[in-house]
């Protein structure tokens, strides 16, 4: 099923430490090199316990990787193969999911979201000159490297993503349903945009503190109607008029005229930020954000 080391037991090159997470199907270790004693997250996979259908994402997860080196997706070091367990070392990344920044931010500077989704938009577009579309872009798959401002972000979670040649749509439904594309839920076809829509999420989100388009049980996804954007309320007078082009520029509805990830690269807010966003742009206080009334 997948290659196999001639060392057959981790523990022949690896000492197991603390575990820094679960996945569904998944406990994550810190281990380190016995021999360079170089750190690691080691992901151990109980193999009896995953379905048919997990096995296929992880083939395909595992692959997808092996093909990728770029700084900022996680880097895939090496995979152990046992009767029934499968080990997968790769790089350690110590500063925690952008999900749980989000929740202790609530709301990010524009200089501070404006550096996570600029390596975002770039290491997107290195993925789609790959061929390769994520799929399921969100916070929760975006790690960073330190809980500093200038964390490096490093992209996860390929179990959904896919090759896609350059004119081919795909249908297959997939992703979550906060970060989706449009076309995606009307199974019209879709291709490498519905990667650059996610992004927009997740910048309005990071410079809002809320979602651009919520979703519940109740939400009707009357497309046309549902994913109308406007930056009526008084979170947005802060926001420079660049940003929220770029993010009318992502959450464009209108696939073809959606900017692709290539093309964001081009785009002042990311191509020339220090000349649109006020350096002192403004940071709320945790009492404004209660104000601004988050939950609803
Ligand atoms: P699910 O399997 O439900 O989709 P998941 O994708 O978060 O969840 P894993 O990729 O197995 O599952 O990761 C579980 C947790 O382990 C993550 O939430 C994260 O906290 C931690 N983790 C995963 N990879 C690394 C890494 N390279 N460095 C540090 N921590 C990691």
Request: aromatic share 8%.
């Amino acid at each position: 099923l997948y290659s196999t080391t001639k060392q057959n037991t981790l523990y022949n090159s690896y000492e197991l430490h603390e575990q820094l997470g679960q996945g569904k199907f998944s406990t994550v270790y810190r281990g380190i090199n016995k021999q360079t004693l170089a750190e690691f997250a080691i992901k151990v996979i109980d193999k009896r316990s995953v379905s048919i259908y997990e096995k296929e994402l992880l083939r395909s997860e595992i692959s997808i990787l092996r093909l990728l080196r770029h700084p900022n997706v996680i880097y895939l070091k090496e995979i152990i193969n046992t009767k029934e367990t499968l080990y997968i070392s790769m790089e350690l990344v110590k500063g925690g999911e952008l999900y749980d920044l989000i929740l202790t931010e609530k709301i990010f500077s524009e200089i501070h979201a404006n550096k996570i989704i600029t390596q975002l938009i770039k290491t997107v577009a290195y993925l789609h000159k790959c061929g390769i579309i994520h799929r399921d872009i969100k916070p929760e798959n975006i790690l960073l490297t330190d809980k500093s401002k200038d964390a490096q972000i490093k992209l996860t979670d390929f179990g959904l993503s896919t090759l896609c040649a350059p004119n081919e749509l795909l249908t297959d439904p997939c992703g979550t349903l906060a970060y989706v594309a449009p076309e995606v839920i009307t199974l019209q076809g879709y291709n490498h945009k519905i990667d650059t829509w996610s992004i927009g999420v997740i910048l309005y989100l990071l410079l809002s503190g809320k979602l651009p388009f919520p979703i519940n049980k109740n939400t009707e996804l009357d497309v046309n109607k549902y994913y109308v954007l406007n930056f009526k309320e008084p979170i947005w007078k802060r926001v420079s008029t660049s940003a929220k082009n770029f993010i009318s520029r992502l959450l464009e509805v209108d696939v073809q005229k959606r900017i692709s990830a290539s093309e964001a690269l081009e785009h002042i807010w990311i191509k020339n930020p220090t000349a649109v966003i006020n350096e002192n742009s403004y940071i709320y206080k945790n009492e404004e954000i209660n104000i601004l009334n988050l939950q609803d």
